[in-house]
């Protein structure tokens, strides 16, 4: 069975511009959560996608935002990226909604310049 | 909201010796427990998970604790390999997947040959 799968692997940016990463969820799971590491930071919730629906958001600005499409893919955007977006943006799956049970991707790697 | 304290944030330990990684958390809503193990390259692997109606509970060589009334748990890893060696978290979250998973900032596990 194939795992969460994130693309692309690496991204550079510079500041302004905008970016989308993209995660496929294991097959027939139907919730896919975001999340941000950085080292600073640590691990923090973005927001969570199930059944097309954003059931739930973390504390980041407006400009964070995502979407999943009927195949529970998801897909999260990031406008007028700034030098602070620079982190490993992490896909997880899972079969419910109760984040139980999270299935990590390896993650986009996201350098803004 | 929650906040997830781990401590330590590097343990170094011999080969065959135990390992023990302490969390606290401050939401007494918080009823899903789980740790995750991060190599380098990669996304965050679910190792262990225990509910808050659960004490204990074992897989082969490693252990959770929760006590809910101090509100900590821990991690054991017992008679540690090479390939143990790697970053932990734990992580918190009030039943439902409201506010996604809180974690701890890491503690990373080094095993001496």
């Known amino acids: 069975k194939a795992g969460v799968t994130q693309t692309p692997r690496y991204l550079i940016k510079t500041r302004g511009q905008q970016v989308t990463l993209s995660c496929s969820p294991i097959?027939?799971?139907?919730?896919v959560s975001w999340y941000q590491q950085t080292p600073g930071q640590g691990l923090q919730f973005l927001f969570e996608y199930f059944s097309e629906t954003q059931r739930n958001k973390g504390n980041f600005p407006g400009r964070f935002s995502g979407r999943q499409f009927s195949n529970s893919r998801s897909e999260m955007n990031v406008s007028t990226l700034e030098l602070g977006d620079s982190a490993l943006y992490l896909c997880?799956?899972?079969?419910?909604?109760?984040?139980?049970?999270?299935?990590f991707g390896s993650g986009t790697q996201l350098s803004v310049l | 909201g929650e906040n997830v304290e781990q401590h330590p944030s590097t343990l170094s330990v011999q080969e065959g010796d135990s390992a023990v990684i302490k969390c606290t958390y401050s939401?007494?809503?918080?009823?899903?427990f789980p740790w995750y193990k991060q190599e380098l390259g990669k996304g965050p692997q679910l190792i262990i998970d225990i509910r808050s109606n659960v004490g204990e509970k074992k897989d082969q060589r490693i252990a959770v604790t929760l006590n809910k009334t101090a509100k900590h748990f821990s991690l054991h890893i017992t008679e540690t390999q090479p390939e143990d060696s790697a970053v932990y978290f734990c992580?918190?979250?009030?039943?439902?997947?409201?506010?996604?998973?809180?974690f701890g900032k890491g503690t990373h596990l080094i095993i001496q040959p």
């Open positions: 992580a918190a979250s009030e039943g439902g997947g409201a506010d996604g998973l809180t």
């Open positions: 097959s027939g799971h139907r919730s």
């Open positions: 997880a799956s899972s079969l419910s909604t109760t984040n139980e049970k999270l299935f």
């Open positions: 939401d007494s809503a918080s009823n899903y």
